[in-house]
Every structure is written in structure tokens, then in C-alpha cells.
């Protein structure tokens, strides 16, 4: 069965500290996306980045990587530089083809805490 | 980028009406809307999958005629509660799915959310 797993339910992280989020995921399709999102207190979802299953290398997207690894099924979000502005939760996301249709699920996410 | 409207932002209702929420992409047009409900300190979980000049596909365990969708246009979903009742309270997020060109791969773009509370 397709999965998602955020084992952190909360992180702290002082101002300008790097900080990594683990994600797991299980699926046994090939062709997948992992995604993660920032979802701040307003509610709104912010796409951060993105990994497809073919790629190469990591993503990266300015103070976000993805620190993808395939064969452990792990893809997690480094943020580096934290900013009080990070603090936020935080949602791996996986897509799947589905019936004809990419659909996302999402694990259960992390809250993040920056602290000055 | 892609902007996703949803209108109302909050909505307060009485225990037995319907509440309507609508899901508009603004600048581009979106074959497929997803819908999702999320309840405090919890994650997304999809509720349905909705396609323009289709019914939607809906997920084990949502119950379709309580969550009536309708996808009218490229541009428009709407999602209606009917007899709301207090447990149907929760956020709900609705999503349209656009293709990036550079990238080619679709992506999700995500509404403000709508506030459901049913006293």
C-alpha cells in the first residue's frame, strides 16, 4: 500500500541553524513524485519542491533540498538558514498515478519551530 | 504563478443546511480539482477527484451524496455539504491541477481554503 510517514511530530531549530525533516514513503509503482509543502498558520499550502523517481540528482530550490534517497525510500527536506518566518508545518506528499489521474497523499506532517 | 481562489474563506452554518464552497483557477484552466478535507493538527486527507464534464471520483469512505461536486467549467468546482452537521466541521482545501511546461509534469495549486463550522 501506498504511504507517507512524517515520524516527527515536531521540530525546534534556532534562527540561521540548518534543519532536516524526514519523510519516508512506500509504493511499489516505479514512476512517483515527492513533494513537500509548508502549510503556515493561515492555512494556505506552499509548494516548497519537488523530486521525481527518475531524477538524478537532489532537488534543490533556493534554502530547500531534498535529500533523496531511493533504495532507503527517504526523501527529506533540508532547510538551511532557518528564518522565524519558517515556522510553519511541514507536509511530504507523494504522487500517484491513480485511475487516470496523479493524485497526492500526505503524511501526517512536522511543525516547525524557529526559534531567535 | 498559477493562483487558485476559494470562496468563502469561512462560512458559519446552521446544523441541516448545505454550504456550498467554490474553487476557482484564476489565470488557468483546470480539467482536474481536487478536494480535500483537513482537520486540526492533521494532515490533508483527498476527498474526491473532480473533472471538468464528469462526475467526480471520490475516495473509500466519502459519502457522495454528502459531498455533492461539480465541476461545471475548466475554471470552476464546487463542493456542497448538504445537511451539515457539527462533524462535518473541518477546513477544506480544494487543489486544480495544471501542467508545467518547462518541467512537463503536472502540478497541484493549491486554494486558500474554506472554514466549515456547523453549530
Known amino acids: 500500500a501506498q504511504k507517507i510517514t512524517q515520524t516527527q511530530p515536531g521540530m525546534f531549530v534556532q534562527e540561521k541553524e540548518a534543519v532536516t525533516l524526514d519523510c519516508t514513503y512506500d509504493?511499489?509503482?516505479?514512476?512517483?513524485?515527492l513533494f513537500w509543502y509548508k502549510q503556515p498558520s493561515s492555512g494556505e499550502m506552499i509548494f516548497l519542491i519537488y523530486q521525481g523517481s527518475y531524477d538524478q540528482q537532489n532537488a534543490t530550490e533556493g534554502r530547500y533540498s531534498l535529500n533523496f534517497q531511493k533504495a532507503r525510500k527517504s526523501a527529506n527536506l533540508v532547510i538551511s538558514a532557518s528564518q522565524l518566518g519558517d515556522s510553519a508545518m511541514y507536509f511530504c506528499a507523494m504522487s500517484l498515478f491513480s485511475g487516470g489521474y496523479n493524485k497526492l497523499i500526505f503524511g501526517a506532517g512536522t511543525r516547525l519551530a524557529v526559534h531567535p | 504563478g498559477a493562483v487558485v481562489s476559494q470562496h468563502p474563506s469561512r462560512v458559519i452554518c446552521k446544523s441541516g443546511t448545505s454550504v456550498k464552497i467554490e474553487c476557482r483557477s484564476l489565470d488557468f484552466q483546470a480539467t482536474t480539482m481536487f478536494w480535500y478535507r483537513q482537520f486540526p493538527k492533521k494532515s490533508l486527507m483527498l476527498m474526491a477527484t473532480?473533472?471538468?464534464?464528469?462526475?467526480?471520483?471520490?475516495e473509500q469512505g466519502v459519502e457522495k451524496d454528502k459531498f455533492l461536486i461539480n465541476h461545471a467549467s475548466l475554471t470552476l468546482s464546487t463542493l456542497t455539504v448538504t445537511s451539515a452537521h457539527p462533524e462535518d466541521s473541518s477546513f477544506y482545501i480544494c487543489?486544480?491541477?495544471?501542467?508545467?511546461?518547462?518541467?512537463?509534469?503536472?502540478?497541484?495549486?493549491f486554494g486558500p481554503g474554506t472554514r466549515l463550522t456547523v453549530l
Open positions: 509504493t511499489s509503482d516505479p514512476s512517483y513524485g
Open positions: 473532480s473533472n471538468e464534464g464528469s462526475k467526480a471520483t471520490y
Open positions: 487543489s486544480a491541477r495544471a501542467h508545467k511546461g518547462t518541467s512537463g509534469r503536472y502540478e497541484q495549486f
